[in-house]
Structures are given as C-alpha cells and as structure tokens.
C-alpha cells in the first residue's frame, strides 16, 4: 500500500500541475487571477495559472452581438454568487492540497508522522474530496451553470488533485454567452476596461472605413451600439474612452489606438499594426 501511494506521488502532482494549462478559444479571451481579488487579462492560445487553490480563472468565448451578451446586470449576479461559493472552495482546496502534498509526503518518506497511518491520510483525503464536490455543485447550481459544470464533477470525483482547486476549474463556464468586454467592466480594473473599449472601437472603425457598404458594416454598426450602451450602464462617455491614455514615455508625442505603440517622430500609421496615429 506504501510503496503504491510513493508511486503515485509524482503522477498526482503532474494532474495537480497540468490543471493550470487552459485553451483560450480564437476571439474569446482568459481572466486569471492567481491571489483571487487582481484580475488580468490573457489573449494567447494557451494560458497557464499556477493552480493555487485561491486561484480563479474564466474562459469566456466569443459571443454574439445581443443584448444578453452585454447585460452587466447578470454577469454581476453570477460573479458575486461565484465568491460566496468559492471562499468555501479555497479552504477546502487548501486542506485538500495541504493533505495530499504535505501530510501524505511526510508520513511516507519520512519518520516524522509515523503513528499516523497512510489509510487514515488517504480517508482524509477522501472526505475533503467528497465536502469539495458537494461544494462545487452548490456553486454551480447557484451560478447557474450546472449541467455545464458536469465534466468538473466527474474530473473531480477521479482525480483528487482536480477537486484540490475546484475553485480555479470551476470558472470555465461561468460566463458563457457574455462578450468578453463585459467581463472585462466585472473584473479588471477601469482603466484596463477603458483600454480594451477604446481598442475595440478603432477596430470597429477600421473595419468600416474599410469597407462602408459591406453587409458587415451592419454588424459594426450593432456592436458598436452596444459598447455605448455598455458605457453607459459604467457611467462613462465614448469621449471619457476615446481620451489619449498617459503616456509612458514623456517624450512620445503620437500613440496608436489599436495597439498602444507610441512615437516620438511625426508619422501617420503605425508601423505595427497600420492604423492612423492620433496624438497625445
């Protein structure tokens, strides 16, 4: 029983680890937090979060333009049910952690918990998995996501290294359907929120002074409706947005809206991404 529980150590803290890697869909984007109160934002394909068991992490896809993607009003709801849930989450996680990757380790490599026995560790273990599942059910059913947390369930009722940051794998879908700009007014910091606006509408003007008369120009024009309506449910102006952003070079006298490069010289367009330059 020993030298099985020793061989499985390694395999244990590989999931453990494993579980931090996430698959940002193509125009969706990753909110990861690793102390669970700062946000930030991750774009790439492929993501990683250190599992701690306080982390949190959410995968929200590209969404439709409609008005139900960009109801901040729901999206509010969910996140705050989601941390009344997963303060719960983070201590058992940690409990669970702390017994599989500190108790187990120290009573089977060394002599320092030798009156405890392997099987009253692994029964602990079992019983914080089994509260963990009760937990992330809970939060999934207040969240509204339940059948979408299913695979969750069933992940961590096999491998408990998953349910030990329940917490950070349970935010997967908790935003389903909502535009990642909405996500971004929950949980970053304003001025982080104003920069991806503001990016959004050079995009947004790029592609119809591109091309005005193509069918797509009408779905610019809703999107765009919705960024000021979402603005306005912030109480902020499309001018509060549009405004030139510090600079961080005080001797940059133009700044590209798309992509933040700054320039010193005079020029017209970017030389990153191409698009006209405005000045500060």
Same mark, same amino acid.
């Given at each position: 029983?020993?030298?099985?529980?020793?061989?499985?150590?390694?395999?244990?803290?590989?999931?453990?680890?494993?579980?931090?890697?996430?698959?940002?869909?193509?125009?969706? #984007?990753?909110?990861?937090?690793?102390?669970g109160?700062?946000?930030?934002?991750?774009?790439?394909?492929?993501?990683?979060?250190?599992? $701690?068991p $306080? #982390?949190?992490a959410?995968? &929200?896809?590209?969404?439709?333009?409609?008005?139900?993607?960009?109801?901040?009003?729901?999206a509010?709801?969910?996140?705050?049910?989601?941390?009344?849930?997963?303060?719960?989450?983070?201590a058992?996680?940690?409990?669970?952690?702390?017994?599989?990757?500190?108790?187990?380790?120290l009573r089977?490599?060394?002599?320092l918990?030798?009156?405890?026995?392997?099987?009253?560790?692994?029964?602990?273990?079992?019983?914080?998995? &089994?509260?963990?599942?009760?937990?992330?059910?809970?939060? #999934?059913?207040?969240c509204?996501v339940?059948?979408?947390?299913?695979?969750l369930?069933? @992940?961590?009722?096999?491998?408990?290294?998953?349910?030990?940051?329940?917490?950070?794998?349970?935010?997967?879908?908790?935003?389903?359907?909502?535009?990642?700009?909405?996500?971004?007014? &929950?949980?970053?910091?304003?001025?982080?929120?104003?920069?991806?606006?503001?990016?959004? $509408?050079?995009?947004?003007d790029?592609?119809?002074?591109?091309?005005?008369? @193509?069918? @797509?120009?009408?779905?610019?024009?809703?999107?765009?409706?919705?960024?000021?309506?979402?603005?306005?449910?912030?109480?902020?102006?499309?001018?509060?947005?549009?405004?030139?952003?510090?600079?961080?070079?005080?001797? #940059? &006298?133009l700044?590209?809206?798309?992509?933040?490069?700054?320039?010193?010289?005079?020029?017209?367009?970017?030389?990153?991404?191409?698009?006209?330059?405005?000045?500060?």
């Amino acid at each position: 029983m020993n030298q099985f529980l020793v061989d499985a150590l390694p395999y244990l803290l590989a999931f453990y680890l494993l579980d931090g890697f996430f698959l940002v869909p193509s125009g969706g #984007a990753l909110f990861a937090s690793t102390d669970g109160r700062r946000f930030r934002l991750a774009r790439g394909r492929l993501a990683f979060v250190f599992p $701690w068991p $306080w #982390a949190e992490a959410y995968v &929200v896809a590209e969404a439709p333009s409609v008005p139900k993607a960009f109801d901040l009003s729901a999206a509010r709801t969910r996140y705050d049910a989601a941390r009344k849930g997963g303060r719960r989450l983070t201590a058992l996680g940690a409990a669970l952690t702390t017994t599989l990757f500190v108790v187990l380790p120290l009573r089977l490599l060394t002599k320092l918990a030798d009156p405890v026995s392997p099987l009253y560790v692994v029964a602990l273990a079992v019983l914080l998995q &089994v509260a963990t599942l009760v937990e992330a059910r809970r939060r #999934a059913v207040a969240c509204g996501v339940e059948r979408k947390e299913r695979k969750l369930l069933v @992940a961590s009722l096999l491998l408990p290294s998953a349910a030990a940051h329940a917490r950070l794998l349970s935010g997967k879908d908790l935003f389903s359907g909502t535009d990642p700009l909405a996500v971004a007014a &929950v949980l970053l910091p304003r001025s982080e929120f104003r920069g991806l606006v503001r990016r959004e $509408w050079t995009r947004l003007d790029v592609a119809s002074e591109s091309a005005p008369g @193509a069918p @797509a120009a009408d779905a610019t024009r809703l999107r765009a409706g919705f960024l000021e309506g979402l603005l306005s449910a912030e109480r902020l102006t499309l001018e509060d947005v549009l405004a030139p952003p510090p600079p961080s070079d005080p001797t #940059a &006298v133009l700044y590209c809206p798309l992509c933040d490069a700054e320039y010193t010289a005079r020029r017209d367009a970017c030389a990153d991404c191409g698009t006209r330059l405005k000045s500060f």
